[in-house]
Structures are given as C-alpha cells and as structure tokens.
C-alpha cells in the first residue's frame, strides 16, 4: 500500500509543490524586505506543507480508506446530493459574507470578525477556543501588516459613512 503514494501522483505533487515554494523564496529572498515578505512566507509555508505531506505519505500511518471512500468514510453513493448542494451555497455564502464585511468595516476589523463568527456560528466551537484563535488572529494580522510591514489598509464604507 506505501506504493500508492507513487501510483497516484501525491509524492510528484508534492515534490512540484516544494519545487515551486522553494523557487518563489529564493526568487524573492534578495529583494527588500516589505516586498519579499509575502513571497518568502507563503514559499517557504508552501515547501514545508508539501514536505510533511510527502513525509506523511511515506512514512505515515495507513488510513485504511479505500479509493472510493472520503476522509469521512462516505462512499459517493452515501452522499446525498442536497446536503452538498447545501454545503456548497454555505461556503459560498461566508465567502460573499466575508467580502461584505470588508467592504463595509476594513480589513482590519473583518479578518478577526470573519474568524470569529466562523469559528462560533459556524463550528459552534468553545468559548475559550473561539476567543484565542481570534485574539491570535488579531495579534498575527496587526503585528505583521500594521506594525511590521505598515499596510495601509482603506475605511469600511461604514467608518466613512459614519464619519
């Protein structure tokens, strides 16, 4: 069963993923630092993922699925075409709700808003959970594009409109 890595493609897709991340950081290593911060982060982001991607394929753990099955373990004849349907006007929704609240309130206040209400709404996960993975996403979103790399981000139409 380890042979199925090479079979399907994932190791190939995994060593063209690191191959292509590990290009984008060294292309942009030598350029200033505000500019080549974005392209080094998600490289180097894009190379380590693929890594431990190949790594888990080939030495990890059997999953036990068989082709036919998903991560959940449904077979396509199990899944029921609404509930997809639903699921994929869902995504879409938080995508266009996401997009509205940048619109309206900024960048800076819809990012943590938008992983906020997703985590609570949506997952109706834990109080605790919800509020440190906000405040980590509002920590991680001010010290890299407001403090360090200085963005400057546009008002929500809201902020003007409000004066």
């Not at 042979?3 to 190791?11: E, F, S, T, V, Y």
């Not at 063209?16 to 392209?39: D, N, S």
């Not at 509002?138 to 409109?161: A, H, K, Q, S």
Request: charged share 15%; proline share 5%.
């Amino acid at each position: 069963m380890k042979n199925r890595i090479l079979a399907d493609g994932k190791l190939w897709i995994s060593l063209t993923l690191m191959v292509i991340g590990a290009t984008v950081a060294l292309m942009a290593y030598k350029w200033p630092f505000r500019t080549a911060l974005f392209p080094v982060s998600i490289g180097l982001c894009v190379f380590f993922m693929a890594l431990a991607d190949m790594l888990l394929g080939l030495f990890g753990k059997e999953e036990g699925l068989s082709p036919k099955e998903d991560a959940a373990g449904a077979t396509p004849e199990d899944r029921d075409q609404k509930i997809a349907w639903r699921r994929t006007v869902g995504i879409f929704a938080w995508i266009g709700g996401f997009f509205l609240m940048i619109i309206l309130l900024g960048f800076p206040v819809a990012v943590p808003l938008l992983v906020f209400l997703y985590l609570k709404v949506q997952n109706k996960e834990s109080w605790r959970l919800t509020l440190i993975l906000t405040g980590s996403t509002v920590v991680f979103f001010y010290g890299l594009f407001v403090w360090i790399i200085e963005t400057p981000f546009p008002d929500g139409l809201l902020v003007r409109w409000l004066g």
